[in-house]
T-cell receptor, first 112, second 118 residues
């Protein structure tokens, strides 16, 4: 089965800087990768999806890259704001497995 | 739509008691998922349904856990008997497409049930 690794240590950055979160996976390449945001006491909320044949996706201040050679996805938040503070989870789906595999998430703290 | 609705939000029970968690998916979504989240293991898929039929229950930890979906708008996850190691946050999610769909597929999560087994 897939193993997904996200940095378990919290990422602390200053407001206005770019936050970069990492998602590494093992075994087979996923069909696509998703990123979710989770606030305390809430369920994860979908942010972005990137497919295996896509290198990069953008949505407003968010950018996701996908490197199937490195088996890695990077999630960037530019011009970060304190409101971006949350835990960010990556999830991947493989063809023919029909299930989501989630990472444990990385907590982001953006300080004013 | 009000989104995925879970109840109760918090449940505190004693070891050995039966616990029932409830979920109402988004109307029109054919797929329903039950997850468990802990600090140690992250978010784990327990079971998922398609059109009320269980498709993959390989994540259900043991026979103490059971899930049902009697109709398209309601599902339950039952733990009997409960144990302290079952303490976690349990999420229900629903989606319109199967996980492996090539089209954009989003899971919508409920707010979760925080279970504490003493």
């Amino acid at each position: 089965s897939q193993k997904i690794e996200q940095n378990s240590e919290a990422l602390n950055i200053q407001e206005g800087k770019t936050a970069t979160l990492t998602c590494n996976y093992t075994n087979y390449s996923p069909a696509y990768l998703q990123w979710y945001r989770q606030d305390p006491g809430r369920g994860p909320v979908f942010l972005l999806l990137i497919r295996e044949n896509e290198k990069e996706k953008r949505k407003e201040r968010l950018k996701v890259t996908f490197d199937t050679t490195l088996k890695q996805s990077l999630f960037h938040i530019t011009a970060s704001q304190p409101a971006d503070s949350a835990t960010y989870l990556c999830a991947l789906v493989q063809y023919n497995f029909n299930k989501f595999y989630f990472g444990s998430g990385t907590k982001l703290n953006v300080k004013p | 739509d009000a989104g995925v609705i879970q109840s109760p939000r918090h449940e505190v029970t004693e070891m050995g008691q039966e616990v029932t968690l409830r979920c109402k998916p988004i109307s029109g979504h054919d797929y329903l998922f039950w997850y468990r989240q802990t600090m140690m293991r992250g978010l784990e898929l327990l079971i998922y349904f398609n059109n009320n039929v269980p498709i993959d229950d390989s994540g259900m930890p043991e026979d103490r856990f059971s899930a049902k979906m009697p109709n398209a708008s309601f599902s339950t996850l039952k733990i009997q008997p409960s144990e302290p190691r079952d303490s976690a946050v349990y999420f229900c999610a629903s989606s319109a497409l199967p996980p492996g769909a090539l089209a954009k597929n989003i899971q919508y999560f409920g707010a979760g049930t925080r279970l504490s087994v003493l």
